[in-house]
Nanobody, 117 residues
Framework: QVQLVESGGGLVQAGGSLRLSCAAS????????MGWFRQAPGKEREFVAR???????DYTDSVKGRFTIDKDNAKNTVYLQMNSLKAEDTAVYYC???????????WGQGTQVTVSS
């Protein structure tokens, strides 16, 4: 079984920054993709960013140039640096992990990010 634990959420003013972390544990890790999704009140969960085992990154258009995803393979941890935050970034942010060659997604419990305008 895989456990994902997020941290780093909180309340910040518009234009500010936060750094989210997600630590994975529970089994031997081979190659995988880790990512971040978010869900705002009354909306569906949406993709934010992902980083592949190779280091290649993908972002949704609304966060390009403001958010950066990176990882520490030795710690099985992924980070999301969020700069120039906007009120519309307010959501619960979820970490995800998918092992290469599988279709099973593991999820964290979520961390709240609130941006005040």
């Amino acid at each position: 079984q895989v456990q994902l634990v997020e941290s780093g959420g909180g309340l910040v003013q518009a234009g500010g920054s936060l750094r989210l972390s997600c630590a994975a544990s529970g089994r031997t890790f081979s190659s995988y993709t880790m990512g971040w999704f978010r869900q705002a009140p009354g909306k569906e969960r949406e993709f934010v960013a992902r980083i592949h085992w190779s280091g290649r990154t993908d972002y949704t258009d609304s966060v390009k140039g403001r958010f950066t995803i990176d990882k520490d393979n030795a710690k099985n941890t992924v980070y999301l640096q969020m700069n120039s935050l906007k009120a519309e970034d307010t959501a619960v942010y979820y970490c995800s992990l998918r092992f290469t060659g599988t279709s099973v997604d593991y999820w964290g419990q979520g961390t709240q990010v609130t941006v005040s305008s």
